[in-house]
Structures are given as structure tokens and as C-alpha cells.
């Protein structure tokens, strides 16, 4: 019960940051996916090196590394 809450404000405060400002540039790191979906932009890291980038529609249409974790994730 308290995860879920501290992922609803986590995601919360990163809506309200995107809709304050959408010229704002911001660096999240995030291991749960949900918490990036919305993102302009993501960069998939494998041991430091950029291995993919794009929109979430967009690295999921390219069944790389980010298709892998997010089903992953949402097997679990």
C-alpha cells in the first residue's frame, strides 16, 4: 500500500514539473518503466553505454532492450 502511494506522488510531482514547465529539461533515472513512460525521450543504458533511444511508442515498436525490461516488468 505505501509503494503505491509513493508511486502515485513520485508520478504526481514528475506530471506537475512536465505541466509547470514543458521547456523544462529534466534527467530522471528510473528502474520501474511506468515512471518514464510519459517522457519526451529515453535513453536505455546497458553497462553505461546508451543502447537505445526514443519516445516509449517508439522503443517499443523497435522490440530492443526497453520492450525486453518493460515485459519483464510486467510479467512480474
Do not use: W
Not at 506537475?16 to 513512460?37: K, N, V, W
Not at 537505445?52 to 519483464?72: F, I, K, N
Request: aromatic share 4%; glycine share 4%.
Amino acid at each position: 500500500m505505501l509503494r503505491r502511494l509513493q508511486n502515485f506522488i513520485v508520478q504526481a510531482a514528475l506530471d506537475q514539473a512536465q505541466t509547470e514547465d514543458p521547456a523544462r529539461i529534466t534527467i530522471i533515472i528510473a528502474h520501474r518503466l511506468s515512471t518514464i513512460r510519459s517522457c519526451d525521450l529515453i535513453c536505455v543504458l546497458d553497462e553505461g553505454r546508451i543502447v537505445e533511444m526514443g519516445s516509449h511508442a517508439e522503443l517499443v515498436q523497435q522490440r530492443g532492450a526497453y520492450y525486453e525490461m518493460l515485459s519483464a516488468q510486467n510479467n512480474k
